[in-house]
Antibody, heavy 119, light 107 residues
Framework: EVQLVETGGGLIQPGDSLRLSCAAS????????MTWVRQAPGKGLELVSV???????YYADSVKGRFTISRDNSKNTLYLQMNSLRAEDTAVYYC?????????????WGQGIQVTVSS | DIQMTQSPSSLSASVGDRVTITCRASQTIATYLNWYQQKPGKAPKVLIY???SLQSGVPSRFSGSGSATDFTLTISSLQPEDSATYYCQQSFSTPMYTFGRGTKLEI
């Protein structure tokens, strides 16, 4: 069974850093196109970052230069390093896997982890 | 970026009703359009991919149609458990997949 479990969220002050982890089971992270999607309170879904299986990365303009996506193949885990956090980064963060289908939909999601940036 | 516009932003309907939600892309996306359902406190779940293909395990009352820039999600006979927010997503422009703002459906 495919499963994604996010950890590492919490309450943090503006300007601080946080690293989110997404532990995968039932499939190999490095063989897949993995993403982080966030949802601000009462808002819609925003694709934040992408890690291609080949290693290429992508970031939304809102986080470029502050967030870094990576993976640890030995732990089968995806990460999101978030630096210089701002109040507007407050959201539930989901890791999600893009399906192997040529339609590129997200077929597996974690349960989500809350990140709150506030003084 | 390709912008996705959903309408309505919210609607209320009754059990047994037929409901249609629309999604418009700012440029053609062929049929690279996916629909997700999200219930409060839960992760989104894919319902429809490729504009009209039903994801495994999703009830057949859900259907999707459309191509190019205009798409619809239809629920043929609403059930109480269909109360949720529905999002469209374009997967034409890799990697900049974008979501619509969502449609909140109350039963």
């Amino acid at each position: 069974e495919v499963q994604l479990v996010e950890t590492g969220g919490g309450l943090i002050q503006p300007g601080d850093s946080l690293r989110l982890s997404c532990a995968a089971s039932g499939f190999i992270v490095s063989n897949n196109y993995m993403t982080w999607v966030r949802q601000a309170p009462g808002k819609g879904l925003e694709l934040v970052s992408v890690l291609h299986r080949g290693g290429d990365t992508y970031y939304a303009d809102s986080v470029k230069g502050r967030f870094t996506i990576s993976r640890d193949n030995s732990k089968n885990t995806l990460y999101l390093q978030m630096n210089s956090l701002r109040a507007e980064d407050t959201a539930v963060y989901y890791c999600a896997r893009r399906s192997s289908s040529s339609w590129y939909f997200f077929d597996s999601w974690g349960q989500g982890i809350q990140v709150t940036v506030s003084s | 970026d390709i912008q996705m516009t959903q309408s309505p932003s919210s609607l209320s309907a009754s059990v047994g009703d037929r409901v249609t939600i629309t999604c418009r892309a700012s440029q053609t996306i062929a049929t690279y359009l996916n629909w997700y359902q999200q219930k409060p406190g839960k992760a989104p779940k894919v319902l429809i991919y490729g504009a009209s293909s039903l994801q495994s395990g999703v009830p057949s009352r859900f259907s999707g149609s459309g191509s190019a820039t205009d798409f619809t999600l239809t629920i043929s006979s609403l059930q109480p458990e269909d109360s949720a927010t529905y999002y469209c997503q374009q997967s034409f422009s890799t990697p900049m997949y974008t979501f619509g703002r969502g449609t909140k459906l109350e039963i």
